[in-house]
T-cell receptor
Framework: AQSVAQPEDQVNVAEGNPLTVKCTYS??????LFWYVQYPNRGLQFLLK??????LVKGSYGFEAEFNKSQTSFHLKKPSALVSDSALYFC???????????FGAGTTVTVRA | GAVVSQHPSWVICKSGTSVKIECRSL??????MFWYRQFPKKSLMLMAT?????????EQGVEKDKFLINHASLTLSTLTVTSAHPEDSSFYIC?????????????????FGPGTRLTVT
């Protein structure tokens, strides 16, 4: 079975400060990891993914994530948060031999001006 | 990038009636589409996997007779909520799996539709 944990329901940061959204996973075999963002009453938008290669993955809107195999983590980061980054963020995982994604519970990010 | 649309974006229906939600891939062909259900401030729950030309595969606990899924073409999948009840009120999201030109590697994994808000009164 595969699963994702996002330990924080909410993350609050001031604009211009670094933003980190945590994610740990459990999966059989090599993990395929993803981050999505969701704005109110909208579908999910793809931010970035890790399949193989460099542990630091760069994605859309200045976001990046670091894959850490020993800690089974894939934390999302942004060096300088914007108010417009306020949204619901989901981490997702699947195994290399599966096509179904398992999502974390989501983390609501609020960036205050 | 690939665009997935859903129609309607929101719908209100009376208890006991049926409602159909459409999911379309606008600029690509999707052999596989997924239907999710999302409760307020909750994660996405996969309901079923829809493959073009074949019966949908439902996740455990999802009533296939209540949530009818049809994937009649490579660009359209529909979800029909039959005999809807207030507990079926939710946000329903579809997604499509896109393969590259060699039909091997999925790109961006899944593209998601904007969702449909269903309210059953």
């Amino acid at each position: 079975a595969q699963s994702v944990a996002q330990p924080e329901d909410q993350v609050n940061v001031a604009e211009g400060n670094p933003l980190t959204v945590k994610c740990t996973y459990s999966v059989s075999g090599n993990p395929y990891l993803f981050w999505y963002v969701q704005y109110p009453n909208r579908g999910l938008q793809f931010l970035l993914k890790y399949i193989t290669g460099d542990n630091l993955v760069k994605g859309s809107y200045g976001f990046e994530a670091e894959f850490n195999k020993s800690q089974t983590s894939f934390h999302l980061k942004k060096p300088s948060a914007l108010v417009s980054d306020s949204a619901l963020y989901f981490c997702a995982v699947r195994g290399s031999n599966d096509y179904k994604l398992s999502f974390g519970a989501g983390t609501t990010v609020t960036v205050r001006a | 990038g690939a665009v997935v649309s859903q129609h309607p974006s929101w719908v209100i229906c009376k208890s006991g009636t049926s409602v159909k939600i459409e999911c379309r891939s606008l600029d690509f062909q999707a052999t596989t589409m997924f239907w999710y259900r999302q409760f307020p401030k909750k994660s996405l729950m996969l309901m079923a996997t829809s493959n073009e030309g074949s019966k949908a595969t439902y996740e455990q606990g999802v009533e296939k007779d209540k949530f009818l899924i049809n994937h009649a073409s490579l660009t359209l999948s529909t979800l029909t909520v039959t005999s809807a009840h207030p507990e079926d009120s939710s946000f329903y999201i579809c997604s499509a799996r896109v393969l590259d030109s060699l039909q091997t590697v999925p790109m961006h994994e899944q593209y998601f539709g904007p969702g449909t808000r269903l309210t059953v009164t």
